[in-house]
C-alpha cells in the first residue's frame, strides 16, 4: 500500500491552498497525478482528507518488513498519546522493547507491538473512541498505534482502580502481560510464582487473545517466568533499556519522557499538542481564532481549546450568524457559533444581536465551561470532548455526536 514518506503538506490543488499537513508513515490512497503532484486520500486519519502532496514524498513501493522511521513512529505515538490520554514515552518504549520498533512478525506475533491477532481483533473496534480497524490491518503500523494505545488506556484505567494510585511503567507493562487482576494479585504477594498468581485468576480477566496461564508465561518467559519480584526486576531493566533507546527522539519536543519503568506512568502532557488550523480560511479562521484566544486567556491547555472549537465547526460550522431552527419553535432558538438556546438554554434572556456577537457567544460558553472543573483537568482529548459535549453543548443524541465531534478535534492536532 502506498504510504507517506515524509511529512508534506496536504494541498486543495496541485500547488494550491494548505490543507493540513500529512504525516509520514500514512498509509494514503492515490486518486489522480498531475505536473508532478498526486492526489491521495489518507485512509488512516478522521474524515479521510483527500488533497495533492508532490509526488516524491509519496512511496508507491510495496510495503517492506524491516525497520520503521522511528521519529514518525513517535509521532505517531505522540498523537495518540493524546487522544487516550496515555504516555507517549511508554508506547514508544514498548515498541522498542518488542520489536526495535519494526514491521515484522515473529512466533505470530506481528508489526512494531507484536500483537496477535486474536488480540487485534479484540481492540481493533471500539465505539467510544469510533475505531473501526479490519482484520488485515493488524500489518499497518499506524493503525497499530492506535490499537496499542487503545490496549494501554484500558489497561490502565482497570489497573489504577485496583492499585487506587498511579502505577508505574513497571506495574502498567506487567499489566499489559499478564492483565491488570493478575498484575494487582501480583503485586500484592510479590513472592508468589507468577504460574501461581495466573492459575488463580478467572479465565474472564485473563489478557483478550485466548491464551492459557501457562501460554502467556511462556511468550514471555523471559520476563515473566519467576516470581512477582524478580519479574519486576527484569521489566525494569528491558523497560529501562528501551526507553533510554527511544529518549532521543522526544528530546526536542515537549513530550513527557518518564524518568524511568519504576516512577508513574502520567498521561502525555497537552504542552505536546499543536493545534493545525491549515484546514480553515476567513472568515472560519479568524472564528477559530477568536474562540482559541478566548480558551488561552481562560488557561485552558491545547486539548480544551480543541475540543471547544470542533464543537464550535459542530455546531455552527464557525459561521457567527448561525440560527436553527429557520424559523425558531417554542423548543429551540439557537443561535451563534456556539448555538446558544434562546428558549430556556444558554442564550436565554439575551437577545439575537447579542448572540451573534462572536466575542459575546464565546464569553457566555466560556463563563459555561468553567463550572466543569474536570473539563480543566482533562488528560485526553476524548475525556475533554466527552465532557464538552454531555455537559456544556448539550446537543440531542450526544452519545452519537461524542464520536463525530472527537474527529474533528483529532483533525485539528497537527
Given at each position: 500500500m502506498p504510504t507517506m514518506k515524509v511529512d508534506r503538506t496536504l494541498r486543495s490543488t496541485p500547488g494550491g491552498d494548505a490543507i493540513m499537513v500529512a504525516p509520514a508513515g500514512q498509509p494514503v490512497e492515490i486518486l489522480n497525478t498531475q505536473d508532478g503532484f498526486t492526489e491521495v486520500r489518507l485512509i488512516r486519519l478522521p474524515l479521510r482528507p483527500v488533497g495533492w502532496v508532490s509526488s516524491d514524498a509519496v512511496d508507491t513501493s510495496p510495503s517492506a518488513t524491516g525497520p520503521i522511521d522511528k521519529t514518525a513512529f513517535v509521532r505517531a505515538c505522540a498523537r495518540q498519546a493524546l487522544l487516550f490520554g496515555v504516555n507517549a514515552h511508554y508506547l514508544a518504549g514498548v515498541a522498542e522493547l518488542r520489536s526495535r520498533v519494526t514491521a515484522d512478525q515473529q512466533n505470530g506475533r506481528i508489526g512494531p507491538f507484536r500483537i496477535s491477532q486474536a488480540e487485534w481483533d479484540a481492540f481493533r473496534t471500539d465505539a467510544e473512541f469510533d475505531v473501526a480497524f479490519e482484520p488485515s490491518d493488524i500489518t499497518d503500523w499506524t493503525a497499530q498505534c492506535v490499537v496499542f494505545a487503545l490496549m494501554t488506556y484500558r489497561v490502565e484505567d482497570k489497573l489504577t482502580k485496583q492499585l487506587e494510585h498511579r502505577e508505574t511503567a513497571t506495574e502498567l507493562y506487567l499489566a499489559q502481560m499478564i492483565g491488570p487482576t493478575a498484575a494487582f494479585a501480583s503485586l500484592k504477594k510479590p513472592g508468589m510464582s507468577l504460574n501461581d498468581v495466573l492459575r488463580g485468576i478467572p479465565v474472564s480477566d485473563l489478557p483478550a487473545g485466548g491464551l492459557t496461564p501457562d501460554q502467556l508465561i511462556e511468550r514471555d518467559k523471559d520476563l515473566l517466568a519467576t516470581t512477582g519480584t524478580e519479574a519486576a526486576q527484569r521489566i525494569t531493566a528491558a523497560l529501562k533499556q528501551a526507553l533510554d533507546a527511544i529518549a532521543p527522539l522526544f528530546a526536542q519536543s515537549t513530550i513527557d519522557i518518564l524518568g524511568g519503568p519504576d516512577t508513574a506512568v502520567t498521561p502525555t502532557s497537552s504542552k505536546s499538542a499543536q493545534l493545525n488550523l491549515r484546514g480553515l480560511k476567513p472568515p472560519r479562521l479568524d472564528m477559530a481564532q477568536l474562540i482559541l484566544s478566548a480558551f488561552t486567556a481562560a488557561g485552558f491547555?491545547?486539548?480544551?481549546?480543541?475540543?471547544?472549537?470542533?464543537?464550535?465547526?459542530?455546531?455552527?460550522?464557525?459561521?457567527?450568524?448561525?440560527?436553527?431552527?429557520?424559523?425558531?419553535?417554542?423548543?429551540?432558538?439557537s443561535v451563534g457559533l456556539f448555538q446558544l438556546n434562546r428558549q430556556g438554554g444558554e442564550g436565554a434572556g439575551f437577545s439575537v444581536e447579542q448572540l451573534q456577537d462572536p466575542d459575546f457567544n464565546i464569553a457566555r460558553i466560556v463563563k459555561k465551561v468553567q463550572k466543569f472543573p474536570e473539563f480543566a483537568a482533562a488528560?485526553?482529548?476524548q475525556h475533554a470532548v466527552s465532557i464538552f459535549v454531555g455537559k456544556v453543548e448539550q446537543p440531542k443524541n450526544a452519545d452519537l455526536e461524542i464520536p463525530k465531534r472527537l474527529k474533528i478535534a483529532q483533525s485539528l492536532l497537527a
Open positions: 491547555g491545547t486539548l480544551q481549546q480543541a475540543a471547544a472549537l470542533a464543537n464550535a465547526i459542530a455546531e455552527s460550522d464557525l459561521d457567527p450568524n448561525a440560527r436553527a431552527p429557520k424559523p425558531p419553535t417554542e423548543q429551540e432558538d488528560s485526553s482529548l
